[in-house]
């Protein structure tokens, strides 16, 4: 590692400070979910209310609570408070209903008085539940839920900033930063920012696609201590958290496989680092399936409307496939129970994000990498069908656009990653201007979403556009002062990204990390004039010679 560059007397750059910019972006990002703790009305996301009655009782050791059903049941008996156990009534007036607005709803209702209740995902694993639950041991009263919230908010900010620092310490390309900001959609903040397991689970998936992705990539010759345990701990911990989390570690990590460095990987896999990482992988890995065989907890939605047995399964697929653009929009922006749409231009952004990066990653990419990122653009699609058909007739459609996040987030982030790795990268203007372009886009897109989402709950979406800031619906600090605090929060992500995105400065002759070469089967790895490719002795950019044995990416 090259000594520490200067910007002025005794001042070293953030991007040269790992926990000044773990520090930073975990500031940015827990500012980020906690507006959606703020915006959203109590009990108004997805399965809030039950969700809540179980970290209330997984934190007074109840994990389960009184099985009953048989093992084909996900329900299950709790004691908890009162306060805790009839939230659901807070949103039931609006709840499908987008026209309506959460005036509606009741008064909260805090009661220490300890109640029976049923809750349908009795059968979840219980990590989530063990630490944002903690606060209902305190308080009764709706500051609890609140708490409850920016603790969970503070879990996802902490692995979405570890993916910062991954990126900006041990890879070799700022690029890759605009991977994270095109994973971390406005569903994430606001999944993060309510007492759902969702968010946690993408956010630490986004973790472990990127510090998985530049350990393959870039650093399996020479893997950092730091890397290799982020990467064991964040696909441990991810293997721990739903029922189908252990099966997209595991697709992951195939996929970080596919896109290696081949040559490297015979050495590091026979590595004692490598050997521990797998050991703790695994052994969660285990911990996490055993819990979800033992406690049949794929039976987690109750039977509503299982599709007729007279229903082919040609036209449950077909009507799969139909539903994609729904999870799209699901996976981007979509608020309250999914029955809350964000404006089309939040849509609109996200969707040229991710196809700029896509295909330019296709454009720049070698073609056993491109066959990957199909491979997993395909799995996005495929995948929820599959599971969807598969359980038609016996729970109906129960699959949402949320459940495929943890997979979804490796697109851009594979794609980032492959234009971090390619002689595209050494084009100043694009390397240097690119995380901070795609953080304004992002965070304009993330604004819109913030007010639509405002606007829904104060009077309905046939409500005013403009005059609704008196409403009778108010969250914590007024409508006003919450987009206020939204707009600071996507500043300084915004300000983050930006700064973080620019590469060391040209004066810089050797990189914090080793270049790779860029792939030789890529028309970007030619010169614009001659066609000659471009010897590592004649840069001009900050790059240096590849080491000895790091030789052309032939995919």
Known sequence: MSPRRSIGPGITPLADRPRAVLLAAFVAFFAATSVWSLATPLMASPDEPVHVAKA????????????????????????????????????????????????????????????????????????YYAIVGIPSLFTDSSLGIYLMRLLSGALSALFLALAVMAAVTWSRSRLLLAGVVVAATPSVLFFGGVVNPTGFETSVAICLWTSALILARERLKDPPLGLVALVAVSGGIEALVRSMSPFWVVLTLLTALAVAEWGELGPFLRS?????????????????????????????????????AKVHGIHLLIDGLLRTPQYFTEMVSRFGWLVAPSPDFTYLVWAGLIGFVVLLAFATGSPRRCVTLVVLLAAVVVIPVVISVGQAHRLGITWQGKDTLPLAVGVPILGASMLANSALASVRIFRSRLVGVAAVAAALATLVALFGDLRRNAVGDAGPYLSFRHAIWQPPLGITGVFLFGILATALLTGLFTVLGIPPAESRTRSRVPRLAADESSPWALESSGGERRSPSRETEPSVQPDEGEGVDHG
């Open 56 to 127: 209330a009782a997984v934190v007074r050791g109840e994990f389960t609570g009184q099985l009953i059903g048989g093992p084909s049941s996900p329900d299950g008996i709790v004691k908890i408070p009162a306060a805790y156990a009839d939230l659901g009534r807070l949103v039931k007036c609006y709840q499908f209903q987008a026209n309506r607005p959460a005036s509606c709803a009741p008064p909260y209702r805090a009661s220490r008085k300890t109640v029976s209740m049923t809750i349908y995902n009795a059968r979840y694993q219980p990590l």
């Open 272 to 308: 004692r680092r490598a050997w521990l990482a797998g050991a703790f992988l695994v052994i969660c890995g285990v911990l996490g399936t055993a819990w979800i065989v033992l406690e049949h907890s794929l039976n987690v939605v109750p039977p509503s409307a299982p599709e007729p």
